[in-house]
């Protein structure tokens, strides 16, 4: 934001249709570093009979010429932002010549260098930084792009088939691609760059070949077939599950080091931040695999979620990534295990969702007030928008869903539309009345439920009462339908049926109204209930289970989703208990029902690893209305060791039985998730194998293995740790993806000295402010998991985020913007932090400079 203006901000109630649409546009680029010349011509047309000027978006750009049915036109205004051509006629062709210098283009947003390679990222609105165009998602055009550049840049990519290739008299090549599909210019892109490419093929259900290219920096090909197997079986699990196909010729992937998130699903041309596609087993993880695998899928679903049927504003991101999400946990969960997946995504829920729509940037899923659209790439709005759907996946069944997918395909194909138009397809296609669901996108904020239960041994009946409550932050929210999935367990551990009126009920209730009562008949002992089975809704429920109860559920539920969530109960009640009686010991019923998940492991290793983890920081800090730091950790360090002491010979004795074969298979990667908890435990005690343990996992090849031991002497703070991880950067300092997992080791290091060692490790040769996963592996690992050295008393863990945000506003504002979210919490720490919190705020509000994406949240933390 200059000194004098104040960013605007955007009202989804004041959406107004485009007075031009653009239905062509060609584009030729000149590439060079300090100034690429763009030429754009465009067939226009007016759609009302406004006489309205054509206002095109442009930012950072040099205007050459413009011309108007090839004659000169100086009929328009020329402002920071806009271009503003008057009187124009119904239709015209308009050219644009102007300059770009992407060379100092360090926003990672519009063209820039990454690398050696030029590549683009036009979502949300970086498509006007390459030239000046009505840069909205309702606005459809065909694209043919030229590009021109030296030789050495071997690949010449855009979106669409190519068309045409040949050199220049001055020795320059060009490629020229055609996509033909309309898209919105946030869907636009162009990579030039000198890659090696893994090729594949995939045949479509009906038999239509299409080419597959995966394009890397040189001599990173060893990493990248399980990014094209992840592809194959995105292209092949669409068409099973929801009967969609692909629909051009060549599907590209291009990986770059540059990037400011995962990936984008630019059509035709993925876009990818290297460390989403890269990987082997010497340098990623299990965890990496799976990720990779799932950003694969993510952006191969947008090609109909987002791309066929896309947004027509902002405000309805959520109709694409909500959709999306919920796509790509599908697909993890029909390819891997379902509730290992459940569980996942309910941990993004409850530690940044719930934080998130509790604090300061609360926001509705369809959000009503933006200032800087990136700044709403959001859990809400993705993950979040996911449960949404999952919702009305719950209500409507799998069946009916999928008639509602295709009912929204065939009705808006190739168009730019709106959430209610989804809905509308859901509910039509059902015949499920979804009027009172819809509230879900446009109120911010958990809905809590609180639940009573009552036996009546007389009658054999159970009674549930289930009464719903508006968040505390937003009083207002009006009644939501809210579908609330249960089980019965009887003593024994067996499901009950639920009967009531001598029905046989379904296990997901409809919540509509404040309170509902429930009378289930025939229950002949009294049961216990697990409720919220699977997560059904993203909602609080206030329980008050006993120990036994909820050790009963972690026994015998039917969803293993919701024995984890039952273990997680308990140890969230133990540790808030110990932090008010400052006594800090673990129930014997905990320890003894974790040595039997250790000495039995029946079922599956991967689920047995997470059973034995203790909640993370951030879920026990959402208990509290003003966080315990420190009672917390102490808390849960004193827990650990407990586990760890009293447990240390069953833990030795697991790790020791479990063979690791060395391949992906789900089987060896629960095998590696069970010895890292268990090494984890065991690195905190003196037990004599664990030097042998750690010994075997940092020699192994696997980097599951080796990160398993260093973050486990990194958190013990264990007496080899600084050995090891010198020895660890001498190995992979050739490997910047592996550095990153280096530099996020040392920013969690607990050590006094953490904070001065990040300001040295901001000169190592591997580090780079300019590249976002740097920034985020170092200064990001430590002020979210970090939790001693970040929240420090004398505030200079916060000091370090605020230095480090003034220094990026400059650099690259939606990555600084990004880093800020810890802050935005302030108000929930005690008096001394929150002021030390508060006072970066302010720092960074009295930047001359402050950039549009920092001001919304800074505004939004410290005036609401
Ligand atoms: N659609 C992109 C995200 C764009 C973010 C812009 N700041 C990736 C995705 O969600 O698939
Ligand atoms: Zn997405």
Redesign the pocket.
């Known amino acids: 934001m200059s000194a004098t203006s104040k960013p605007q901000a955007q009202y989804l109630k004041d959406y107004q249709a485009p007075h031009f649409s653009i239905q062509h546009i060609d584009l030729r680029f000149e590439l060079a570093p300090l100034k690429t010349v763009v030429h754009s011509t465009m067939t226009i047309n007016r759609v009302d009979e406004t006489g309205a000027d054509l206002v095109l978006d442009g930012v950072d750009l040099t205007l050459i010429s413009l011309h108007v049915d090839e004659q000169e036109y100086s009929d328009y205004t020329l402002e920071d932002e806009a271009l503003i051509i008057h009187n124009l006629p119904a239709n015209f062709i308009l050219k644009i010549v102007n300059h770009i210098d992407p060379q100092t283009n360090t926003s990672l947003e519009g063209l820039y260098l990454s690398g050696g390679a030029y590549c683009t990222q036009c979502e949300a609105e970086g498509f006007r930084k390459i030239t000046y165009y009505l840069d909205r998602p309702d606005v459809l055009a065909s694209f043919d792009v030229t590009i021109i550049a030296e030789q050495k840049y071997t690949h010449l990519l855009s979106n669409g088939n190519q068309i045409d290739a040949g050199t220049l008299d001055d020795g320059r090549h060009f490629v020229k691609w055609q996509d033909p599909f309309k898209k919105p210019s946030y869907l636009f892109a162009l990579v030039a760059g000198d890659f090696d490419v893994l090729r594949d093929q995939y045949t479509t259900k009906s038999g239509r070949n299409v080419e597959l290219a995966l394009f890397v920096d040189k001599g990173n090909l060893p990493k990248t077939p399980h990014a094209m197997t992840s592809l194959k079986k995105s292209m092949q699990w669409d068409e099973e599950r929801f009967n969609l196909e692909y629909d051009l010729d060549i599907y590209m992937i291009v990986a770059v080091d540059f990037f400011n998130m995962g990936a984008m699903?630019n059509k035709g041309l993925n876009i990818f931040n290297s460390k989403c596609v890269l990987a082997n087993q010497e340098t990623a993880t299990d965890k990496d695999y799976h990720t990779i695998e799932s950003i694969v899928g993510?952006?191969y679903f947008?090609n109909w979620t987002?791309n066929r049927v896309t947004c027509r504003d902002w405000f309805q991101l959520s109709l694409?990534?909500g959709l999306?999400?919920f796509r790509d946990q599908e697909f993890s969960s029909d390819l891997g295990s379902r509730a290992l997946n459940r569980i996942d995504a309910v941990k993004v829920m409850r530690t940044h969702q719930f934080s998130e729509d509790a604090g300061p940037m609360a926001h509705p899923i369809r959000p009503e007030k933006v200032i800087e659209m990136n700044n709403f790439y959001t859990v809400t709005v993705y993950d979040k928008g996911a449960e949404v759907i999952r919702m009305m996946h719950t209500i409507l069944g799998e069946e009916k869903f999928q008639q509602g997918m295709a009912l929204y395909f065939q009705r808006h194909d190739g168009q730019a539309v709106t959430c209610d138009d989804f809905v509308a397809a859901m509910s039509d296609a059902s015949e499920i009345d979804l009027q009172q669901f819809k509230r879900w996108y446009n109120q911010a904020g958990t809905p809590r439920l609180k639940v009573d239960q009552y036996f009546d041994h007389v009658n054999q009946t159970f009674t549930l009462t289930i009464e719903q409550f508006a968040p505390d932050n937003q009083p207002n929210n009006a009644l939501l339908h809210i579908p609330f999935a249960i089980e019965l367990l009887d003593p024994a551990g067996q499901s009950v049926p639920l009967t009531i009126n001598n029905q046989m009920q379904d296990s997901v209730l409809n919540i509509t109204e404040k309170q509902h009562t429930f009378v289930f008949e025939n229950v002949i002992e009294p049961p216990v209930a697990v409720l919220l089975e699977d997560f059904s809704a993203p909602c609080i429920v206030n329980q008050t289970s006993s120990t036994a109860d909820l050790l009963h559920i972690m026994r015998f539920a039917r969803s293993d989703f919701s024995r984890w969530d039952a273990q997680q109960r308990l140890f969230t009640n133990e540790i808030k208990a110990a932090i008010s009686s400052g006594n800090a010991c673990l129930s014997p019923d905990i320890i003894s029902a974790l040595n039997v998940l250790i000495t039995e492991r029946a079922g599956d290793l991967a689920l047995i690893a997470e059973l034995l983890k203790l909640p993370s920081y951030d879920t026990i800090a959402a208990e509290y209305a003003v966080i315990p730091v420190d009672d917390i950790v102490s808390v849960m360090n004193a827990f650990e060791l407990h586990i760890a002491t009293d447990l240390s010979d069953s833990l030795i004795a697991c790790y020791k039985a479990l063979h690791d074969d060395g391949t992906t298979s789900a089987e060896a990667v629960a095998v590696r998730a069970l010895k890292q908890v268990c090494l984890h435990y065991l690195a905190k005690t003196e037990q004599q194998d664990v030097n042998n343990f750690i010994d075997e996992a940092v020699a192994s090849s696997n980097m599951t293995n080796v990160l398993a031991a260093l973050s486990a002497v990194v958190k013990a703070n264990h007496p080899r740790c600084d050995n090891l991880l010198n020895e660890f950067d001498a190995k992979w300092r050739h490997d910047v993806l592996v550095m990153d997992k280096w530099f996020a080791l040392q920013a969690m290091k607990e050590s006094a000295t953490c904070i001065e060692d990040i300001k040295q490790l901001y000169d190592h040769p591997s580090f780079d402010f300019g590249n976002p996963n740097r920034v985020r592996a170092l200064v990001g690992s430590f002020s979210h998991f970090n939790t001693t050295q970040f929240h420090r008393a004398d505030g200079k863990g916060y000091q370090l985020l605020g230095d480090l945000l003034i220094k990026l506003n400059d650099i690259n504002p939606q990555n600084a913007s990004r880093m800020l979210t810890p802050f935005m919490a302030w108000k929930r720490y005690d008096h001394d932090r929150s002021q030390a919190i508060k006072a970066q705020l302010q720092r960074l509000a009295s930047l001359e400079n402050l950039s549009d994406d920092l001001f919304e949240k800074v505004e939004k933390a410290l005036v609401g």
């Open positions: 699903e993510h952006e947008h987002g694409k990534e999306t999400v």
